[in-house]
Antibody
Framework: QVQLVQSGAEVKKPGASVKVSCKVS????????MHWVRQAPGKGLEWMGG????????IYAQKFQGRVTMTEDTSTDTAYMELSSLRSEDTAVYYC?????????????WGQGTLVTVSS | SSELTQDPAVSVALGQTVRITCQGD??????ASWYQQKPGQAPVLVIY???NRPSGIPDRFSGSSSGNTASLTITGAQAEDEADYYC????????????FGGGTKLTVL
């Protein structure tokens, strides 16, 4: 059973960066394909990017390219998502989620979410 | 196209059957997955693949697909099924990004 535990809520000013962490237990990070999904207040789920197990590359949604970086520390089984040049529209709950080993389109385990608030 | 389209809201009487649909070109190439999300909680996977339920998901939840449309059916809806439901798949048009539908708010009357 995979468990994903994310870092706590953040408040940032416009223009700043935020780095959210996602600690894996139950599996090692190298066995998983980690992705990040966000949800603005009252809105739907939005895929940001993640590791594509079919080609072994990290891919980002075009909307976030140039502003987002997803990294992993395999020594601590922790994944990170850093978003820069924050603006108010980036206020959202950010989730890490793993791609299922059975179905590449499926996110089977989710973190609890991290609220990032961007406000001056 | 990378879009998945869902009806914004659906309602069902307690104990009745409801179908939630998801439309998109990518569904001709990939199965949809379905997630349930209750207020203040992370999404939970309820259906994936052809019609697979993760452990712990009641068998009143089922999935099906035809052409460019995927469906989530709840047979005998319960009060605790009231939630937002999202479908997702992968974009089949070239960039192979993952994509979500806009979500359907299910009300159990």
């Amino acid at each position: 059973q995979v468990q994903l535990v994310q870092s706590g809520a953040e408040v940032k000013k416009p223009g700043a960066s935020v780095k959210v962490s996602c600690k894996v237990s139950g599996y090692t990070l190298t066995e998983l394909s980690m992705h990040w999904v966000r949800q603005a207040p009252g809105k739907g789920l939005e895929w940001m990017g993640g590791f594509d197990p079919e080609d072994g590359e990290t891919i980002y949604a075009q909307k976030f390219q140039g502003r987002v970086t997803m990294t992993e520390d395999t020594s601590t089984d922790t994944a990170y998502m850093e978003l820069s040049s924050l603006r108010s529209e980036d206020t959202a709950v950010y989730y890490c989620a793993t791609v299922s080993l059975e179905a590449v389109t499926t996110f089977d385990y989710w973190g609890q979410g991290t609220l990032v608030t961007v406000s001056s | 196209s990378s879009e998945l389209t869902q009806d914004p809201a659906v309602s069902v009487a307690l104990g009745q059957t409801v179908r939630i649909t998801c439309q998109g070109d990518s569904l001709r190439s990939y199965y949809a997955s379905w997630y349930q999300q209750k207020p203040g909680q992370a999404p939970v996977l309820v259906i994936y693949g052809k019609n697979n339920r993760p452990s712990g998901i009641p068998d009143r939840f089922s999935g099906s697909s035809s052409g460019n449309t995927a469906s989530l059916t709840i047979t005998g809806a319960q009060a605790e099924d009231e939630a937002d439901y999202y479908c997702n798949s992968r974009d089949s048009s070239g960039n192979l990004n993952w994509v979500f539908g806009g979500g359907t708010k299910l009300t159990v009357l």
